[in-house]
DNA sequence: GACGGATTACTCGGATAGTTCGTGTCCGAGTTTGGTGGG
DNA sequence: CCCACCAAACTCGGACACGAACTATCCGAGTAATCCGTC
């Protein structure tokens, strides 16, 4: 169970958009980085998608954050690029057992099933707590002159 | 981000080990759910590896639960599959910015993988607490005659 | 000097190969069981 | 009747192909800024 790589390049991403605030393009992200610019863009075109980013075409254009950091959560981003479904999936496994029906849908009376997503939905409530603005404000508090120095080197 | 489908079989294996007490040959549990054996078997050995189930070969050989149900979390026979290792990897990557050092780790400065490490441990924290005899309860409790059956069906 | 239009350069966006990990399968080593022959 | 030995069958265990998903990349469509000529 290894999450994508493009997680984390999105979440930093966005951080850095937060703290930019106007467009800023993938392929500066990619060069602070070091990454790829080309996957990375394929990444924050699912932001997009999702509905986290907003696209500006054109000169002067880029990324930027389509809400304001506080209303971006930590799940928003991870559901934009790993999807919606859960990592445990039930397979109705118990239809194929002696006397089971395979036509029902066990995941709501299976007590595994109920048990692997009960742990999930701790999981994902962690990620919605936590918003753009609440990590923006842990590293403010260790690094002062973070926004700053970010905002100098993706801006022009 | 999709969990091995290994996990699921290897759950229901496990309550159904707690059951029938006894060993039960891997090809007879994945006759019960309609599985490749010989896959099953894969993920069996892997629980074996890991502490979680015993093997005794020869006839009337089989797998069994090493401890009781009571002290086999479902965290357990989780890592027991997939592994210790986090599902977010933090990459260092502001090891890669201007003025970042590529040699340190940041795993534990970054906010953000601090913030996903929290998320997982909650996750974690939710499979930990939850053992095969809880789970084998809650069964119970919607079908009281389920450990009867399973024990039948596979005992011969 | 101001305005309109075409050009230009820059941006995103989706379609296209390469590689790793999960899925599925196979056959061999080891051990217990049962039978068999002898004492 | 009891014991030791032997053969056989059954079990797990690791080594071997196949497929899907992630990783990485390229080039084209579209748009905003810019430059130039004209009024």
New binding site residues.
């Given amino acids: 169970?290894?999450m994508?790589?493009?997680v984390e390049w999105a979440l930093h991403c966005c951080l850095n958009l937060a703290w930019v605030g106007g467009p800023v393009?993938?392929?500066?992200l990619a060069g602070f980085y070091s990454l790829?610019p080309?996957?990375l863009?394929?990444q924050?075109?699912a932001l997009?998608r999702a509905g986290v980013c907003e696209?500006?075409?054109?000169?002067?254009?880029?990324?930027r954050l389509a809400r304001g950091p506080a209303e971006v959560s930590l799940l928003d981003v991870v559901v934009a690029l790993e999807g919606r479904e859960d990592a445990f999936r039930c397979t109705s496994i118990l239809g194929a057992t002696p006397g089971g029906d395979p036509t029902v849908d066990h995941s709501g009376s299976c007590a595994i099933s109920l048990s692997m997503r009960a742990a999930e939905l701790a999981w994902r409530r962690e990620l919605a707590a936590r918003s753009l603005a609440d990590v923006a404000a842990d590293v403010v508090r260790s690094a002062p002159d973070a926004p700053r120095r970010t905002r100098a080197a993706l801006t022009p």
């Avoid at 393009?25 to 500066?28: E, K, N, V």
């Avoid at 696209?55 to 990324?63: I, K, Q, T």
């Fill in positions: 169970m290894r994508s790589q493009g393009p993938g392929a500066r790829p080309a996957y863009n394929k924050l075109q997009v696209s500006v075409p054109g000169p002067r254009g880029g990324f």
